[in-house]
């Protein structure tokens, strides 16, 4: 042995002592030592890292809808609240690349990342309620792993094995898993998409059932969601449905060591001890989960009664911590205590379906909590306006929202829609499609270039006030080829954006095509529209602003992806105070 063999000798030896720690689960103290981690890391990473992070795997049974992914980041929540680093991450079974080529209707809103990745809404929740930084790498569907596992099989990758769904799809699966393992994550917590059974997630199932055989049982902790029905007719709980999709999970070898069971009702001693004994769980495994009727913020402070937080650190020996919730109490607090009361329009294509805008709505309930404001959200179909006017449909209300969206149908209702808010003072917030309908309207009704449109809905459009960007015009494939991701703005000193954000330069998401036409910029400058903000070279308009009516912002960004229950977004804090103050005007002048 050399020199050099032998200096490594005593850090080996420290090295194998740490692990002993870490294992006895004394490991606090020591892991926050970066000089420790980084060392060790290098030393034997795939050791190291083996013994640091640890995997919950989060499955779903019964029904589709329970609600995992408020769950998971619940867990990921409470697990963060102790003081644990958390990565959160959702394996999706169905063979699209990504969601952003399925309709609303399928598929409700897509979420869109700071990286331009277009993903699962239940990534929403993951930043709603955790810190957990999201890439591309949050997000995998079957199309994805299959699709790297067809790139490396054309590469010649297999040396000409066959390629299988056992072991080489399972395989990219366990790699992505582990991708988001690390010297300074605590615990992974993948959610499997769909419901044990189908077809689709068998090979997600199958890739986390040989992960803990490769890892250690030690590092994994399997949590299936079911659902315990009541029936009105027998009026009784039953736990039929669940002990059938557990067995579905252990026929694969799948044996969970937490139940969350989705009830409406509670869950009786008895129906609890059956469940147990019938799913091979222990009776303190068997968590409830009723049913919220108020807010789904109160989703972790129902687990924490049911102790889940401390059953899971215990069973996978990460350190105890003490649980603060502090902040979660107060947001609660003051959603249950609020001071005033304003109902807002949304007028959007997808209005029934309440997934469509989801991140919209619950933005709008941030800023509720922000103000301690009870936000009543009617959900009007664009449609509808063409049919029976603004007047009759948007009366009464304190505020005008657009969401964002695609396609022609229901555009004129939304453009008749902002004229109303306009031309009456009503607060009114556009975002991505909202800016450009106010745009089209603006140019319409003010500026008087009656045929003004968006090249996405009319191309031979005398005035084109909406285009498409330069570099989208050779474009041909849909999936992933918009303006994607967080880009930088710059924002004009006196405007109210400016007031909201307490910042000269922001970075917001985006996900479109179609862009304000800067040829018409004179034109609407000249009838009162100041350009609040734009991309730091200026050539393109991110925010625009009516200073002369008491709030009317239109933004070509998604504000709404960047709201979080304890921290609402400046903009939608500044809309529901607009329209707080539009509430109490009109209370006064009746
Ligand atoms: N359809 C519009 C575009 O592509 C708006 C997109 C959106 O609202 N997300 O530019």
Redesign the pocket.
């Known amino acids: 042995m050399g020199t050099q063999g032998l200096a490594i000798v005593p850090l080996r030896g420290h090295f194998f002592y740490f692990n002993y720690l870490c294992d006895k689960g004394l490991r606090t103290p020591l892991r926050h030592c970066p000089w420790i981690r980084i060392v060790l890391h290098f030393l034997q990473p795939g050791r190291f890292d083996r013994s640091m992070t640890k995997h919950i795997f989060v499955t779903g049974g019964v029904v589709s809808s329970l609600g995992k992914g408020l769950t998971s980041a619940s867990i990921g929540m409470l697990l963060e609240q102790r003081g644990l680093h958390v990565r959160m991450q959702k394996l999706d079974p169905y063979i699209n690349v990504d969601p952003g080529t399925m309709s609303p209707y399928q598929h409700g809103e897509v979420y869109v990342l700071d990286d331009g990745s277009e993903t699962d809404l239940d990534l929403g929740h993951y930043e709603r309620f955790t810190h957990s930084p999201l890439t591309r790498d949050a997000n995998y569907t079957t199309g994805q792993i299959y699709l790297s596992v067809i790139e490396k099989e054309r590469r010649g990758e297999f040396l000409g094995k066959t390629v299988q769904v056992i072991p080489h799809v399972t395989n990219e699966i366990k790699r992505v898993i582990r991708k988001l393992d690390g010297p300074d994550v605590d615990v992974v917590i993948t959610e499997i998409g769909g419901t044990v059974g189908d077809i689709e997630s068998q090979p997600f199932l199958e890739a986390i059932r040989q992960f803990s055989l490769d890892e250690g049982k030690e590092q994994c902790l399997y949590i299936h969601l079911t659902l315990v029905p009541y029936l009105k007719a027998a009026g009784e709980l039953k736990t039929k449905p669940t002990q059938h999709s557990v067995g579905r999970l252990r026929e694969i070898g799948i044996q969970p060591d937490i139940l969350i069971c989705r009830t409406e009702r509670s869950i009786s001693r008895e129906d609890r001890e059956k469940i147990a004994l019938f799913c091979n769980v222990p009776f303190n495994c068997v968590i409830e989960e009723k049913d919220k009727d108020f807010s789904i913020y109160e989703v972790p402070l129902s687990l924490v009664e049911n102790d889940l937080d401390k059953l899971i650190v215990k069973q996978l020996g990460l350190p105890v911590g003490t649980l603060d919730l502090e902040n979660w109490r107060d947001l609660l607090h003051r959603l249950r205590n609020p001071k005033h009361e304003i109902s807002i329009a949304v007028v959007g294509k997808y209005a029934q379906h309440f997934d469509a805008y989801k991140s919209i709505y619950e933005a709008l309930d941030h800023a509720g909590i922000r103000h301690r404001a009870q936000v009543r959200i009617a959900r009007i179909q664009s449609e509808s306006i063409e049919r029976e006017g603004a007047e009759r449909l948007l009366a009464g209300y304190d505020g005008l929202l657009v969401p964002?969206?695609?396609g022609e149908r229901g555009i004129e209702g939304k453009v008749d829609a902002i004229r109303f808010a306009r031309e009456r003072g009503i607060p009114f917030f556009g975002i991505?499609?909202g800016l450009?309908c106010a745009a089209i309207e603006f140019a319409r009704n003010v500026i008087g270039l009656q045929g003004a449109h968006s090249t996405?809905f009319d191309k031979d459009t005398p005035d084109p006030v909406i285009c498409l960007l330069n570099e989208q015009r050779e474009i041909t494939e849909k999936g992933g080829t918009?303006r994607l991701g967080a880009q930088p703005a710059v924002l004009a000193p006196e405007s109210k954006v400016r007031a909201c954000y307490g910042t000269d330069t922001i970075s917001e998401r985006h996900?479109?095509?179609?862009e304000f036409n800067n040829t018409y910029r004179r034109q609407y400058l000249d009838h009162g529209i100041q350009f609040a903000g734009t991309d730091p070279e200026d050539t393109l308009v991110e925010i625009f602003e009516l200073p002369a009516h008491p709030w009317f912002v239109a933004v070509q960004f998604h504000p709404e992806f960047k709201s979080k229950p304890t921290a609402a977004h400046p903009l939608f804090a500044g809309f529901v105070q607009a329209a707080i103050e539009r509430h109490a005007a009109d209370k006064d002048r009746s």
Do not use: A, T
Not at 511 to 514: A, F, S
């Open positions: 964002g969206g695609f991505c499609l450009q996405e918009m996900r479109h095509r179609y």
